[in-house]
Antibody, heavy 122, light 106 residues
């Protein structure tokens, strides 16, 4: 069974940093593209970032570019999102999600974690 | 690409038929997915490629459309189908979601 379990969320002041983790199990993590998607309260999901299977190719939404860094450790089956210079508008539930493709990225999401809440407030 | 869903809320009786619409601001070919989200849960993939059901999704869920106009139909609503539904395009970068349609019990 595919499982994705996020952790690392919490309350942080504007300008602060957080590192989210996503532990994967039940599939061969090292061959899949992975994504982070966030969802503000009462809003639709918003794609944040993606990373290819070996970690060498990354992409970001314009709203987080230069502030967030996605990475992965295939030996630990774990995906990360380092978030710096956080703003109030970054407040959301952050989900890690698997891309169904193991060759070219598809950019839709066949499995999601349960999410971790990030609140940016003073 | 802006994705617009209508209606915002749809009231349907159990056993009834629900038709949800999703419009893209530019063509997305058939690269469209639908997700279901229940309160406190993550979205769940229902449909990809505009009309292909994801693994384990019941046949009462069907998707259609191409280009800019898409439809998700739930043929006979069960109690577990009352939720929020999102469409998402993945033809144009970045991938984008609609604002959702809430299907509620009439």
């Amino acid at each position: 069974e595919v499982q994705l379990v996020e952790s690392g969320g919490g309350l942080v002041q504007p300008g602060g940093s957080l590192r989210l983790s996503c532990a994967a199990s039940g599939f061969t993590f090292s061959i899949y593209w992975m994504h982070w998607v966030r969802q503000a309260p009462g809003k639709g999901p918003v794609w944040v970032s993606r990373i290819n299977s070996d970690g060498r190719s990354t992409s970001y939404a314009e709203s987080v570019k230069g502030r967030f860094t996605i990475s992965r450790d295939n030996a630990k089956n774990t995906l990360y999102l380092q978030m710096n210079s956080l703003r109030a508008e970054d407040t959301a539930v952050y989900y890690c999600a698997r891309d169904p493709s193991i060759v070219l990225v598809d950019d839709y999401f066949d499995y999601w974690g349960q999410g971790t809440v990030v609140t940016v407030s003073s | 690409t802006v994705m617009t869903q209508s209606p915002a809320t749809l009231s349907v009786s159990p056993g009834g038929r629900a038709t949800l619409s999703c419009t893209a601001s530019q063509s997305v070919s058939s690269t469209l997915a639908w997700y279901q989200q229940k309160p406190g849960q993550a979205p769940r993939l229902l449909i990809y490629g505009a009309s292909s059901r994801a693994t384990g999704i019941p046949a009462r869920f069907s998707g259609s459309g191409s280009g800019t106009e898409f439809t998700l139909t739930i043929s006979s609503l069960q109690s577990e189908d009352f939720a929020v539904y999102y469409c998402q395009q993945y033809d144009n970068w970045p991938p984008t979601f609609g604002g959702g349609t809430k299907v509620e019990i009439k």
